[in-house]
């Protein structure tokens, strides 16, 4: 009971203390993107030729992709960062247009 309860205050720590967490878009994009960077971030491509990487879900997706998802989501950041939530979904349409495409 009290291993449930510290990995819920934990679960609970991590996603307040995330960036995305007082960058500046609203609650529901903000869900939206933790939803997309716990997908993006477990991508590790070793190599930019990589033929195959894997999500933690088990999705498959090219080392040339995983870069691209990467760079978009940290286009997203900056743009909640400023402020400009329009751009921010709009890079995140992108994101998860691959990642719908992969499930």
Same mark, same amino acid.
């Given at each position: ?20 967490? +007082? ?26 030729? #990589? ?15 995983? +870069?691209?998802?990467?760079? #978009? ?31």
């Amino acid at each position: 009971m009290a291993a449930t309860f510290f990995s819920i205050v934990g679960s609970i720590y991590m996603l307040a203390s995330s960036p995305m967490a +007082n960058a500046g878009c609203s609650h529901g994009l903000t869900e939206q993107i933790v939803g997309a960077e716990r997908i993006v971030d477990s991508l590790r491509p070793d190599k930019a030729g #990589q033929m195959r990487v894997f999500a933690l879900d088990g999705s498959e997706y090219s080392a040339g992709q995983a +870069n691209w998802m990467q760079g #978009q989501m940290r286009v997203v950041l900056r743009a909640c960062t400023r402020g400009d939530e329009a751009s921010a979904a709009a890079a995140l349409r992108g994101v998860q247009g691959v990642l719908n495409a992969h499930h």
